[in-house]
T-cell receptor
């Protein structure tokens, strides 16, 4: 089954404790992206990747890191989480960037709470 | 970069009526405009899309229109049903090869 898998789905952590949210897709997609969703603000892009070893900042990259060492994986790293990073996070992938192939597939989301 | 604005932020309609959600974008190089539906507690899912060389597209009760000159596009849902209740996001693939979302419209269909 074609899918984007995120883990963990739910996480409560404390300020400053490094964490990683994993994202994996099994569709051989080149484009992957991370979004955070907050009430009234919609989906804001954190980082995106056009292909392996190619990453770039989105609208709200501060406090986050990413890597794209393999095509299927695109982990989101919070080196020192703070309460303002409490949010619902979505990973997504598409065959290519630029809208050539249409659909962006989303993972199920990871709800992160930073105390 | 691209800026996508979406209106209204909330919309309530009676079952059977039509609903219209409007978006504007800023980057004239944007070439692809998808719409996503997000039900409560679920992930966003694509419901319809339109490319910049097309003015209108329909899929059963859902249609999208695009006015490139004015840089706006709209989602039209006819004969609304309670299961249409959700948050709807418009988006635009910019000339910088990236996807920008509007802030969402919460649609409530009243039975």
């Amino acid at each position: 089954e074609a899918q984007v898998t995120q883990n963990p789905r739910y996480l409560i952590t404390v300020t400053g404790k490094k964490l990683t949210v994993t994202c994996s897709q099994n569709m051989n997609h080149e484009y992957m992206s991370w979004y955070r969703q907050d009430p009234g603000l919609g989906l804001r892009q954190i980082y995106y990747s056009m292909n392996v070893e190619v990453t770039d900042k989105g609208d709200v990259p501060e406090g986050y890191k990413v890597s794209r060492k393999e095509k299927r994986n695109f982990p989101l790293i919070l080196e020192s989480p703070s309460p303002n990073q409490t949010s619902l996070y979505f990973c997504a992938s598409s065959l290519r960037g630029g809208g050539y192939t249409g659909e962006l597939f989303f993972g199920e989301g990871s709800r992160l709470t930073v105390l | 970069g691209e800026n996508v604005e979406q209106h209204p932020s909330t919309l309530s309609v009676q079952e059977g009526d039509s609903a219209v959600i409007k978006c504007t974008y800023s980057d004239s190089a944007s070439n692809y405009f998808p719409w996503y539906k997000q039900e409560l507690g679920k992930r966003p899912q694509l419901i319809i899309d339109i490319r910049s060389n097309v003015g209108e597209k329909k899929d059963q009760r859902i249609a999208v229109t695009l006015n490139k000159t004015a840089k706006h596009f709209s989602l039209h849902i006819t004969e609304t049903q309670p299961e249409d209740s959700a948050v709807y996001f418009c988006a635009a693939w910019s000339g910088a090869n990236n996807l920008f979302f509007g802030t969402g419209t919460r649609l409530t269909v009243i039975p």
